[in-house]
C-alpha cells in the first residue's frame, strides 16, 4: 500500500523518529540522575586519566591515545560527509533516479515528494552527526594543546587541579563524538522509512533501545563500571 507524505501513517513515524532522536539525550539526563551509566563512568575515567597525565612528565603516550581518537573522528567525518554526498547525489538525480527506485518492490514510495522527505530525512540525521564529529575534532584539537601546556614539574595539588580542568574539556570532546557516532544509528533509522512508515517507527524504537542498552546493560558498560568502582575505592 502506498500512503501520501503527509498521510496519518507517515506523520506518526515521523513523530515517533522525532521523539526518539531527539529526545535520547534528555532521557539519558534522566537516567543520569537514578544511576550511574557508561557516560558517567567514562567521565570519571577521563578524568583520572587527566589527572595522571599531569602528573607525567614524558606525556608523548597520552597525545597518541587522544590522536588515535582524533584520528577516527576524522575517519567517521570523512564517511560522513561521502554519505551525505551520495544521497543528495540520490535526492537531486531528477525523476529518473525517482522511477528507478520506485521501481523495487520493497521501496515504499508513492510519490516524488515522498521519496525526496525520505532521503532528505536520512541527510538531516548524517548532518547533524557531521557537525558534531567536526566540534569534536576542534576540542580535541584543543585537548592536545592542553597536554602540550601540562607544566612539567608540579605537585601533587598542582596537577590535581590541571588535570580537573583538562578534564572539562577532553569530556565534551569525546561525547561529541559519541554524538556523532549516534547519528548513524538514527540515520540508519531514517532510513527505514524507505521501507515505509512502519519500518521507521520499529526502526527508530529498535535504534533507541539498542543506545539504552549499550549504555547500561552492555558487557562493556559493566566492565566499565567495575573499573570506576576500582578507581573510586
Not at 89 to 115: D, H, N, P, Q, Y
Amino acid at each position: 500500500m502506498r500512503i501520501d507524505v503527509f498521510g496519518p501513517g507517515n506523520l506518526a513515524a515521523l513523530g515517533v523518529f522525532a521523539v526518539c532522536w531527539l529526545g535520547y539525550q534528555p532521557l539519558q539526563r534522566l537516567l543520569l540522575r537514578r544511576r550511574n551509566t557508561l557516560h558517567t563512568d567514562m567521565t570519571v575515567i577521563r578524568g583520572a586519566w587527566m589527572r595522571n597525565m599531569a602528573l607525567r612528565d614524558n606525556r608523548f603516550m597520552d597525545g597518541q591515545l587522544l590522536a588515535q581518537t582524533l584520528n577516527s573522528a576524522s575517519f567517521f567525518a570523512s564517511s560522513n560527509l561521502l554519505l551525505i554526498a551520495a544521497a543528495a547525489g540520490v535526492l537531486f538525480g531528477g525523476e529518473a533516479t525517482f522511477r528507478s527506485a520506485s521501481s523495487l518492490l520493497v521501496i515504499k514510495t508513492s510519490s516524488r515528494l515522498l521519496f525526496e522527505a525520505q532521503l532528505a530525512l536520512v541527510i538531516v540525521a548524517l548532518a547533524r552527526g557531521l557537525l558534531d564529529f567536526i566540534w569534536s575534532i576542534r576540542q580535541m584539537n584543543y585537548c592536545l594543546a592542553v597536554m602540550g601546556a601540562a607544566p612539567l614539574a608540579s605537585t601533587a595539588e598542582e596537577a590535581e587541579q590541571y588535570g580537573a580542568v583538562a578534564a572539562r574539556l577532553i569530556n565534551p570532546a569525546l561525547s561529541s563524538f559519541n554524538s556523532g557516532v549516534r547519528g548513524y544509528y538514527f540515520a540508519l533509522a531514517a532510513a527505514a522509512w524507505l521501507f515505509g512508515p512502519i519500518a521507521l517507527g520499529v526502526a527508530s524504537v529498535g535504534a533507541l533501545v539498542l543506545l539504552v542498552w549499550r549504555q547500561r546493560r552492555s558487557p562493556a558498560a559493566n566492565a566499565i563500571a567495575d573499573l570506576r568502582r576500582l578507581l573510586d575505592g
